[in-house]
């Protein structure tokens, strides 16, 4: 079943990295009596998602924050220690965009976003997508044609939805 707005968030644990090492993440925990924008990538270091989604939400951070937004928050079937290297790649770290790895889509696949391209090596990983969440309930959501597509789900896009 593909998530549709005006459905609640299915319950998942991702994982962080914190000052310990990783850390698991409740996604319903963090939408909990918030206001949250999650975004989704096919893959860490990609192209469309290194030189086109992320920087998208780094333009457009302080204007989500001015909007109500509590969180930004990027998911990819990746593992932790890849999401932590690439929020400090991107800039999205520093300019305070939550970094969460699906490490075994889990997440991906219960909201039905699951994809498999094997001619590229992408197994198991997330459509490109974004979603604005109140308080556990997915009130808009945006989802890519294609993996190499970032229009629909960009920071502008979905700024405009607010």
Same mark, same amino acid.
């Given at each position: 079943m593909t998530i549709n707005t005006g459905d609640t968030l299915p319950e998942a644990t991702l994982v962080q990295m914190g000052?310990?090492? @990783?850390?698991?993440?409740? !996604?319903t925990e963090k939408a909990? /009596?918030?206001k949250v924008v999650i975004?989704? +990538? @096919?893959?860490?270091?990609t192209p469309t998602c290194h030189a086109a989604h992320v920087p998208s939400f780094i333009r457009t951070k302080a204007q989500f924050d001015a909007k109500g937004v509590d969180e930004i928050i990027c998911i990819s079937v990746n593992d932790p220690f890849v999401m932590k290297a690439w929020?400090?790649? #991107?800039?999205?770290?520093e300019a305070g965009i939550t970094m969460l790895a699906d490490? $075994?889509?889990?997440?991906? #696949?219960? !909201? /039905?976003?699951?994809?498999?391209?094997?001619? +590229?090596?992408?197994?198991a990983r997330s459509r490109r997508y974004a979603m604005v969440v109140d308080d556990g309930t +997915?009130? +808009?959501? $945006?989802v890519e044609e294609g993996p190499g597509v970032c229009e629909v789900s960009a920071g502008e896009a979905i700024l405009e939805t607010l």
């Open positions: 000052a310990e090492g @990783p850390e698991p993440v409740s !996604i909990k /009596g918030r975004f989704a +990538v @096919p893959g860490a270091f929020g400090e790649a #991107t800039g999205a770290a490490a $075994q889509s889990a997440f991906t #696949t219960a !909201i /039905g976003m699951n994809f498999d391209a094997p001619p +590229v090596g992408l197994m +997915v009130s +808009v959501l $945006q």
